[in-house]
Nanobody, 123 residues
Framework: QVQLVESGGGLVQAGGSLRLSCAAS????????MGWFRQAPGKEREFVAA????????YYADSVKGRFTISRDNAKNTVYLQMNSLKPEDTAVYYC????????????????WGQGTQVTVSS
């Protein structure tokens, strides 16, 4: 089992930036893919970004491509989500996820979820 703790959320104006962090403990961090999902009020949880165990492969939702960057530091057991050019529609609770596979992340194969961190973008 992996324990995940997110940090870095907050309130920012449209066009601003935030960096989310997710610290992992438990199972060997470098053996599995990591990702970020988000859930806005009244909507279902949606995929945002994922990164393979090595960091060599990354994947993004079309809505964030070119604005968000996912990265990981296996020495620090931490995954990051750099969010630039934020829009009001990015407002949501952001969840860190650890998959059970090394290559990518899918909601159906996530083994552990973080508790979530609120991101609010004002217009």
């Amino acid at each position: 089992q992996v324990q995940l703790v997110e940090s870095g959320g907050g309130l920012v104006q449209a066009g601003g930036s935030l960096r989310l962090s997710c610290a992992a403990s438990g199972r060997t961090f470098s053996s599995y893919a990591m990702g970020w999902f988000r859930q806005a009020p009244g909507k279902e949880r949606e995929f945002v970004a994922a990164i393979s165990w090595s960091g060599r492969s990354t994947y993004y939702a079309d809505s964030v491509k070119g604005r968000f960057t996912i990265s990981r530091d296996n020495a620090k057991n931490t995954v990051y989500l750099q969010m630039n050019s934020l829009k009001p529609e990015d407002t949501a609770v952001y969840y860190c996820a650890a998959d059970t596979r090394p290559g990518t992340v899918a909601a159906s194969t996530v083994g552990s979820w973080g508790q979530g961190t609120q991101v609010t973008v004002s217009s």
